[in-house]
């Protein structure tokens, strides 16, 4: 079956523009991660979804970053008046339930370039 | 703050070699542990994980992992590694009844054929 996408694979942008990156998870999954992972670093968590609902924001680097999830399915990252230290891969995942027992499921990601 | 180490970031090994890469977490309390592989190309992908029990897990292609609790360690193990299993590694923590994943800066591992 099909698996976690997202679009756009890679994204060059102009500092100080809006950017949107799109995650679709796999059909049936109620639990939806991002994650960014800059050069060098592990995997830094930005905030989870259940359902449509985000119960903890605080991995969001900046009031820039904002996302949202509709009809429990795809979920929308956005980085208003994007910067340099921006730059990175967007990682998305899935899983069927937020319990650790159910496996996350990434996607390809998004790189993103600010220049 | 919670925090997961790798302190090899790059590991060179020939064929037939035995593979350790390290793990150590920061958190005190009751966590659940994983280690996830990105090949190159590839997406990551779950290697093994640990909740409970057995303190020794094994995980696809030959992988295994010990949870040293005295240690806050979880290190990868493999007897003998081939030459596909070159990749990235990343030890993951999640603190038990949150949804919140730590991950590690990873470990580039390269096997020489």
């Known amino acids: 079956g099909a698996g976690v996408s997202q679009s756009p694979s890679n994204k060059v942008t102009e500092k100080g523009k809006d950017v949107e990156l799109r995650c679709d998870p796999i059909s049936g999954h109620t639990a939806l991660y991002w994650y960014r992972q800059s050069l060098g670093q592990g995997l830094e968590f930005l905030i989870y979804?259940?359902?449509?609902?985000?119960?903890?924001k605080s991995g969001l680097p900046s009031d820039r970053f904002s996302a949202e999830r509709t009809g429990g399915s795809v979920s929308t990252l956005t980085i208003q008046r994007t910067q340099q230290e921006d730059s990175a891969v967007y990682l998305c995942a899935s899983s069927l339930a937020k319990d650790p027992g159910y496996e996350q499921y990434f996607g390809p990601g998004t790189r993103l370039t600010v220049t | 703050a919670q925090s997961v180490s790798q302190h090899n970031h790059h590991v060179i090994l020939s064929e037939a070699a035995s593979l350790e890469l390290g793990c150590n977490y920061s958190y005190g309390g009751t966590v659940n542990l994983f280690w996830y592989v990105q090949y190159p190309g590839q997406h990551l992908q779950l290697l093994l994980k640990?909740?409970?029990?057995?303190?020794l897990v094994k995980g696809i292609k030959g992988f295994e992992a010990e949870f040293i609790k005295s240690k806050f360690s979880f290190n990868l193990r493999k007897p003998s590694v081939q030459w596909s299993d070159t990749a990235e590694y990343f030890c993951?923590?999640?603190?038990?009844?949150?949804?919140?994943?730590?991950f590690g800066t990873g470990t580039r591992l390269k096997v020489l054929a």
């Open positions: 993951a923590v999640n603190r038990a009844g949150t949804y919140k994943y730590i």
């Open positions: 979804f259940q359902g449509n609902s985000a119960p903890d």
């Open positions: 640990y909740f409970s029990g057995d303190p």
